[in-house]
T-cell receptor, first 115, second 107 residues
């Protein structure tokens, strides 16, 4: 059974950084790109970027370029999303996923940015 | 930047057919993915690589493409199909994007 298990909810202050993890199981981690998606309250899905766990190469959405880092640790089959210089606009649920028919998305991680 | 267009909402009666479209200039050359999202849940992959049904997805869901428009068709709509539906694709640089989503209401 494929699973993507994300780290828990966090509350951050404006200007801080956050790092979210996504540990996968049930498939070969290096076989599929791992994507991250942001969903603000009541809003649609926003693609943030992806990592190729096989070689660590990344592609980021222009909106988040310079403020986001996505990495993959093949020793633990875990991907990480780091988002820096947080503002209230970053209050959202963050999901990890593969776009192919591999398995369900991660359960989502709620990040609240508030002073 | 690359954009996808979807109608904000579609209303359909039970057992009728719902067609949800997604348009974008790059779609003729790229795969498209379709997701269903119900309130309080993570999105669920319905269709991948434009017309391949994901594992466990009922046969009433299908995907097709014609030129710059792709269509998710729900045949014989059921009450449980009421949800938001998102298309996703990539541009030639490998950057992905989602459509704005279509809210399907079952009357």
């Amino acid at each position: 059974e494929v699973q993507m298990v994300q780290s828990g909810a966090e509350v951050k202050t404006p200007g801080a950084s956050v790092r979210i993890s996504c540990q996968v199981s049930g498939y070969t981690f290096t076989d599929y790109y791992l994507h991250w998606v942001q969903q603000a309250p009541g809003k649609g899905l926003e693609w943030m970027g992806l990592v190729d766990p096989d070689d660590g190469e990344t592609i980021y959405a222009e909106k988040f370029q310079g403020r986001v880092s996505i990495t993959a640790d093949t020793s633990s089959d875990t991907a990480f999303l780091e988002l820096r210089s947080l503002t209230s606009d970053d209050t959202a649920i963050y999901y990890c996923l593969t776009v192919d028919d591999v398995g369900p998305w991660g359960q989502g991680t709620l990040i609240t940015v508030s002073s | 930047s690359y954009e996808l267009t979807q109608a904000p909402s579609v209303s359909v009666s039970p057992l009728q057919t719902a067609r949800i479209t997604c348009s974008g200039d790059g779609l003729p050359k790229q795969y498209v993915y379709w997701y269903q999202q119900k309130p309080g849940q993570a999105p669920l992959l319905l269709i991948y690589k434009t017309n391949e049904r994901a594992s466990g997805i009922p046969e009433r869901f299908s995907g097709s493409k014609s030129g710059t428009t792709v269509t998710l068709t729900i045949s014989g709509v059921q009450a449980e199909d009421e949800a938001d539906y998102y298309c996703q694709s990539a541009d030639s640089s490998g950057t992905y994007v989602f459509g704005p989503g279509t809210k399907v209401t079952v009357l």
